[in-house]
């Protein structure tokens, strides 16, 4: 579980804070959506081991079976169901609810790497979100699930780029494999400066 390898080294002296961002590809039934169930797994098996963590959703629509969470809250959040363009859309007034002053996060948990300069860009430039100690932003942890890598995307144009600099901006992204990760590295070769690709080599972890 890659969330729960990253919070063995974070030991806050509260409760930690954790902002989730999806990745729905499955919207017409929400719940049988491999994210949604990946989550619920993960908040299951995080609240045998920690009892400090609250998780704040981000979700196309309010699901029950988070409800009986106690350390759970959910913000509803529009997301298109077509994967290309679920990558590409983002609506900062669809933010204001999660950028209000009420809320606060310790961490954010990423599953969707394109959104990331986005997500920075509004709670450090538009919300109180952001610590004014330079260096002290909350961290970025992501997954990825899913690579436009040459040969396996089928769409007429990629998001890699807006892939590869969203992974950049994280302190730590999870994948599946160590062949997805050399095969991700050899097409940001194409890409990124060589100075980039060691960065996005120290980023990417195997889970």
Same mark, same amino acid.
């Given at each position: 579980?890659?969330?729960? *390898?990253? +919070?063995? !080294?974070?030991?806050?002296?509260? *409760? ?10 499955? /919207? $017409? &039934?929400?719940? $049988?959506? #491999? ?9 299951? %098996? ?6 400090? +963590? ?41 933010? !204001? ?8 996060? &310790? ?8 959104? *990331? ?10 919300? #109180? ?20 890598? @040459? &040969? ?26 160590? /062949?997805? $990760?050399?095969?991700?590295? %050899? ?5 990124? #400066?060589?100075?980039?690709? @060691? $960065?996005? !080599? ?6």
């Amino acid at each position: 579980m890659s969330l729960a *390898t990253h +919070l063995y !080294d974070f030991k806050p002296q509260k *409760t930690l804070r954790i902002l989730v961002y999806p990745n729905i590809t499955y /919207a $017409k &039934d929400l719940e $049988k959506d #491999s994210y949604i169930q990946v989550i619920h797994s993960m908040i299951i %098996e995080l609240n045998k081991i920690r009892d400090d +963590l609250f998780f704040y959703l981000v979700m196309p629509k309010h699901l029950s079976m988070f409800s009986k969470f106690a350390n759970v809250h959910q913000f509803e959040m529009f997301f298109p169901s077509y994967p290309q363009n679920m990558r590409m859309h983002f609506n900062v007034k669809d933010w !204001d609810i999660i950028r209000h002053r009420k809320w606060d996060f &310790d961490l954010i948990f990423s599953h969707l790497p394109e959104h *990331t300069l986005n997500i920075k860009n509004v709670l450090y430039n538009t919300s #109180s979100h952001n610590p004014p100690v330079v260096g002290h932003q909350q961290p970025i942890v992501g997954y990825c699930h899913w690579f436009d890598i @040459k &040969d396996v995307v089928v769409s007429t144009m990629h998001a890699l780029n807006y892939n590869l600099m969203g992974i950049l901006e994280m302190k730590r992204c999870y994948l599946n494999t160590q /062949a997805q $990760k050399e095969l991700v590295l %050899e097409e940001a070769g194409k890409i990124l #400066s060589i100075w980039n690709c @060691k $960065k996005l !080599d120290e980023i990417l972890t195997v889970q």
